[in-house]
């Protein structure tokens, strides 16, 4: 039984016949489509001599792409265009990484909102009907997918001003530290079994507590702080020649680490299993 599906777009040709073009390229399209133009409307015909689920698969695949990334880079640029707080730059940076992330093609996999929101309702309508307006799904069928978008959009933008501040703060904690004469040479971060920080200086003598008091004494007033917080003063404060982190695996909170590296590069030192680490496991453990 032969199948015969229909698409439709005035926006779109280019798309489709790159799709269409790569597919055949890598054979998994072997029959001809015809294009032809009635206005300003392209109407792309595809005819398999099979009607078969796969052909019809494959067929909901290549729309599906087509509008999940168009959809993606729509909602980017109409969000991103009232966002009057974000610098031109921010704004390009944004679109880029958000349309990057987020867009995933047939050969990538799908995320479980592009599959039921985009692809599951596309295969149904071709099943039934053979063909589908692309612009017209865009502008009519995409209004629940693109509002789960923008909310996606809104916690990427905050993520992304987050993790500028923290660059913009590591960059503004180097300069101070090259400034800065070092008050110990080496501090070691001991991991607990339980993901607590404590802090050792160069004997391996526990002085989290006295550091805590000798340089974080105007900062305990403040409620909004943590212990993290706290720790981030002390090193920074402290501005050590060398920092040994011991089991890193155990951190509960990986970030800090992350922000350590940056301010400190190659002054951090991981280390590979000390006498100090394995007296401390084998007395966990009896």
């Known amino acids: 039984m032969m199948c015969q599906c229909v698409f439709y777009t005035t926006c779109y040709k280019q798309e489709l016949l790159q799709r269409f073009k790569e597919l055949q390229e890598e054979n998994e399209m072997i029959n001809l489509f015809e294009l032809t133009r009635m206005g300003d409307i392209y109407r792309f015909g595809y005819v398999a001599q099979d009607s078969t689920i796969d052909t019809i698969e494959t067929l909901a695949h290549i729309i599906s792409d087509i509008i999940q990334k168009i959809g993606i880079i729509q909602i980017a640029k109409k969000y991103l265009r009232q966002r009057k707080d974000l610098s031109i730059n921010d704004k390009k940076e944004i679109e880029k990484s958000f349309v990057t992330h987020n867009y995933l ?80 040479d080496i501090i070691h971060l001991v991991y607990t079994n339980n993901g607590e920080m404590n802090i050792l200086n160069e004997k391996m003598e526990e002085v989290t507590a006295l550091y805590i008091k000798q340089y974080c004494k105007e900062l305990l007033t403040d409620s909004t702080l943590n212990k993290e917080d706290l720790m981030m003063h002390i090193f920074i404060t402290v501005s050590p020649r060398r920092i040994t982190v011991h089991q890193h695996q155990k951190s509960k909170q990986p970030q800090f680490i992350k922000t350590l590296e940056g301010i400190f590069e190659i002054n951090i030192k991981y280390c590979k299993g000390c006498k100090y680490c394995t007296d401390n496991t084998n007395t966990t453990r009896t």
Not at 167 to 181: A, P, Q
Request: aromatic share 16%; proline share 2%; charged share 30%.
């Open 105 to 184: 093609s047939t050969q990538e996999g799908f995320s479980a909102l592009t599959y039921y929101l985009v692809y599951m309702p596309l295969l149904a309508v071709l099943k039934e009907y053979q063909e589908i307006n692309i612009d017209g799904w865009l502008r009519f069928r995409t209004y629940k997918y693109k509002m789960i978008l923008e909310d996606i959009l809104e916690q990427f933008i905050e993520d992304y001003l987050i993790k500028k501040d923290i660059v913009k703060f590591i960059k503004m904690v180097r300069e101070m530290r090259s400034l800065n004469t070092p008050l110990e």
